[in-house]
């Protein structure tokens, strides 16, 4: 009986799923690209001054939009808590799930969704006062963590300082605010954390410039969008849209001169932004559907300054997220 | 002056020490905070950066105060919002004059439908604004006035069930107002949000928001008919026989004799559920709807404002508590006219 009434749910999902083999056409008849982001986190989606969606997440998403419509705000931002965004994307309500999302095995396999990049490369890491004189996570034998209740952080620390022999005493917190006032007040030695997280929440701190991140990266935390698995045309798109971003910065092709690199004689150039040869059909889009997508947000390169790097306040540095020829780890196949 | 004092703060040694020791706590809160919220502060400029006087910066709540109060409603159609919010003031003034019940309910309800109409639009040229664009404070009073108006009648037929003489009816009304009551807000949002789209074809999307609207009237609905449960239990049967014995009907009997009764002895109930049902409404928040906190939370993650997300959630909680303060003003008022 209970196994009867799991095949219906099962039933229940995949039918549902089966429904939108069309993601392109039906956003094309919508009119709209439907996003779902986080409901705010610094650098990857939050609301700016001027009442618009801002961040990494987000540029992502106005990327696919533009390669669409050629027209970057023709997308919904939908702000999802974390417990809600697979049911939004199973339901339809999304089209592209784009929330800071780890890419892990059972997400990919068991929930029936397809991870179609990798945006940003996070990991674990320690943020603690310099004062302390500490410089590597290797120190940190007998140090009180401050760390976010309920999260696999908690789950990494110990597994990491298992490994490497190491006591320590781990204090949790609900709230993001929580664990700053305590780390101030100097109640841990060290606040573990994402690195993106740590940067952010090191902004919040009395006197930021007192506090250093450890070089150490003790978990993979490979953030990317998500869409469901049935759709192949939609997941290559979007896959080869996020792969344009990265190619384009590797290529040179920048928001400012997108249009004097259309006229280049450069064939990877040209292939890439559609002169030539047309790639786009197969996906579903025009030839040059990268010129306007550049136009738009920039290459990936751009994207990551402006949201996270240089350009903002966070001023996180490229490290793993730098092109695979500039010491980093991102790498996109080649148009061809 | 002197004699006030010694009459009611100083009589006895207990008095005494309780008097000195608030008067060092109120020492002890009040000059860093009048310090940090009004000498220190900052309200000129228009970046983090004219935050320099180290207490607070209020340039944070002026440079969000828009997104605040309309979420992400579109600034050239928030007069609509605002003319609603003049509509709305006069209205509750026609009610507190209005002495026909019938006209009153026509008022409310005549209010709603306008004000769905300005805020969706849709008629009359004005263009749609999706429910998803809606935030703010603004959010938070579609939340809290659509749970208040639906809750009221649904309680008071809901608790005109439980003490109904027909078996089914009374077993209904139980069973729904028990099962509501015994699971938390949260997980009905949940269940609004995360799991009612699973069950409905794909092609077929309910508004999140409606969802919400919905799990949170009938959440505040259960509450409700306990409250005048309370008050309709207050009446004495003696009351409801004599009426029978005039020949009045069932429905005569409770609209005009029991229920103007009990709902005059239950008002401060029935505004505790009001205000606890306008906090709760921050919950939304779970779900992926900015309220006014929500709204807040989000704005303060923007890398510029990181560091000033105290001064927003002071200014929320001095939005909540002018509309909790002025709800429980109006209760007292209530009492007063009816008691």
Redesign the interface.
Known sequence: MRRAGAALLLC??AC??S??AKTLEAVQKRGYLQCGVS?????FS????N?SW?GIDVDICRAVATAIFNDPEKV?F????S??RF??L????IDILSRNTTWTFTRDAQLGFEFTNIVYYDGQGFLVNKRSGITSAKQLDRAILCTNAGTTTELNAADYFRANGMDYKIISFEKD?EIVTAFDSGRCDAYTGDQSALT?QR??LANPDDYVILPEVISKEPLGPLVRQDDTVWIDLVRWVIFGLVNAEEANITQANVQTKTKSKDPAVQRLLGNNQDLGKYIGLKANFLVGVIKAVGNYGEIFERNLGAG???NLPRGLNNLWNNGGIMYAPPYR | MIKWLKKNLFAGWFNSTLTILSIYILYLIVPPTIKWAIIDADIQGTTASSCSSGGACWVFVKMRFNQFMYGFYPEEQQWRINLSYIIGIGVLAAIFWARNNTSKVLLILGYVITAFYLYHGGILGLSIVPTYNWGGLHLTLVVAITGIIASLPLGILLALGRRSKLPALRLCSVAFIEVWRGVPLISVLFMASVMLPLFFPSDLHFDKLLRALIGIALFAAAYMAEVVRGGLQAIPNGQFEAAKSLGMRYWQIMGLIVLPQAIKIVIPGIMNVFIALFKDTTLVLIIGLFDLLGMVQAASTDPKWLAYSVEGYVFAAFGFWIFCFTMSRISVRLEKKHG
């Open positions: 229940f999902l549902s799923l429904i939108n409901q705010s986190l610094p650098g939050y609301p700016a001054d009442g801002s919904r939908i702000p999802l808590s417990k809600e049911t939004a199973q339901s339809g309500e605010t952010a902004l919040k903002s306040q966070l």
